[in-house]
Each structure stands twice: as C-alpha cells, then as structure tokens.
C-alpha cells in the first residue's frame, strides 16, 4: 500500500492550492480517507475526511474554505483550499483508514502560505 500525496507549496494569503493522495494497494475503496496537517511545534490535526460513500466532515477552523473529494476511478482524494491564511502553513498529510486492517500514511506535502 501506498499513498502518494502531492500539491503543496508556497502561496499568499487568500490564494489556493489543490492537493492530491493518489493510493495504491487496493486500499482505497474500503477506506475513510483523511487530511490531516501538522505546524511546526503543533501536533497533527485533522482537516478533512471523506467516508467510502462520499459523506465529508472538516475541522472547524476549514469549514467554508477547503473542500474535500475524491475520484474512485482514480483512486485519489483531493483537497481543495480556498482563501487560505498563514496559520494554514504546515505539512499536510493524507491518511487512509480501512474499515479493516492498518492505517496507513502518506508522506506529507509542504504548504506555507506567505502574509
């Protein structure tokens, strides 16, 4: 199993990025699939997940700008931030979370958003 996750990088405050978590393994069809990042000296925080029948949920402080989806054909999750701040600034992570067996973690994108 792997998950491949891509799209990060440097943007001012209020612009947008899209990223993606293309796995593979034959995981992604029986799993919960979730973004989650980390701050420098914070611990990891879920931002968004996304249920194998499509039902979303978003941390609060996202709610209104980051939209989570995913491709089933593609076997890939995406998120999509909006209106993105400088405390958005930190390493996001997608996560796959089977309804049977190990999670599983894929290596993280860097996002920093300037002010």
């Known amino acids: 199993v792997q998950l491949q996750a891509s799209g990060g990088g440097l943007v001012q405050a209020g612009g947008s990025l899209r990223l993606s978590c293309a796995a593979s393994?034959?995981?992604?069809?029986?799993?919960?699939m979730g973004w989650y990042r980390q701050a420098p000296g914070k611990q990891r925080e879920l931002v968004a997940s996304?249920?194998?029948?499509?039902?979303?949920t978003y941390a609060d402080f996202v709610k209104g700008r980051f939209t989570i989806s995913k491709d089933n054909a593609k076997n890939t999750v995406y998120l999509e931030m909006n209106s993105l701040k400088p405390e958005d600034t930190g390493v996001y992570y997608c996560?796959?979370?089977?309804?049977?067996?190990?999670?599983?973690w894929g290596q993280g994108t860097q996002v920093t958003v300037s002010s």
């Open positions: 393994g034959g995981i992604f069809s029986r799993s919960l």
């Open positions: 996560k796959a979370d089977p309804a049977y067996g190990p999670n599983y």
């Open positions: 996304i249920t194998t029948a499509g039902r979303s």
